[in-house]
């Protein structure tokens, strides 16, 4: 049997959804002790986008060395770990298999708990990693490459739904429009870059499904306006002010539908992660809703909005009473929906 609550010991936490292979080990007493991390961007560039194949193999060439840097920074010893978290989902197939096989291999020699992590929970509980830290509950806007998300957050594991992309996710228009305006791979932040240089009312673009009451979003005729746009952008001015267009709107879209969402449930806290978190704009336009609402507004660190292991070993800590025996089947899932999780057992609710 393993111990099932108030076990201090540090947890190791791996990370392999898609593009970024990473180690950290985060336990109760010190917080977060170590993080590593190797991105697979030069990798990928050539492409224009993630080739899973690729990525899978470059996880595996990575992770043995990110795991001992992690262990290492953190002055931990494998033996005394208290269990291995890694990302179970949602992600790329052939991607999730490369950490879920390493922390098998290692929860099984250690004869520690193997505890499979959600990907998107992890971003969710990344700001977490700061101080001050969210207390629950919390609105959250989960925005990443794959999920655009606006959740009500009652507690971990208590998550209602509120709104989603219809089609594109956030980041993932972000990345096809950047691609669009011949900017390389990974678009989102290129394009952040390329609008800093954009001036105001060049172009005016959509601000998609504002116009009717809910929370649903939906970026893919944004991209389309783009699209139709780009002839009349011209030169590299041109293409930095339809950057800039595009980015206001996004970002003018995202913090009308929170606004919504904070009349709507009379949340006081706002909670925003994932990859997208990063874009300077949203974060400015969310601190004005926020100064504007008497919101408490958290992010993550820049660095812990795109994917990383910290989150993963965070996230792996909280729900470290749910660790199984390694041995058993290996739980990887590409598609996982937020809402199927449960609050931890231990906590009996
Ligand atoms: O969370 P993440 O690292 O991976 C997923 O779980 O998808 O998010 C990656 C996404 C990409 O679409 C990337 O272009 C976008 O986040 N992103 C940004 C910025 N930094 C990353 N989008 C806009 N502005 C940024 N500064
Ligand atoms: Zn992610």
Known sequence: MFPREADARPILGIETSCDETAAAVYDGARGLAAHALHSQIRLHAEYGGVVPELASRDHVRRINDLVRAALDQAGVVPAQLGGIAYTAGPGLIGALMVGASVAAGLATALDVPLIPVHHMEAHLLAPMLESPAPTFPFLALLVSGGHTLLVAVRGLGRYELLGESLDDAVGE????????????????????RLADSGRAGCFRLPRPMTDRPGLEFSFSGLKTAVLTALPQAGDEQGRADLAHAFQEAVTETLAIKVQRAVDATGFERLVVAGGVGANRRLRERLGELASRRGLQLFFPRQAFCTDNAAMVAYAGWARRAEGVAPGGKLFVTPRWPLTELQPPRHQGN
């Open 173 to 192: 228009a972000f990345d096809k429009t950047a691609k669009m305006l011949g900017l390389p791979y990974p678009g989102g932040p290129e394009l952040a």
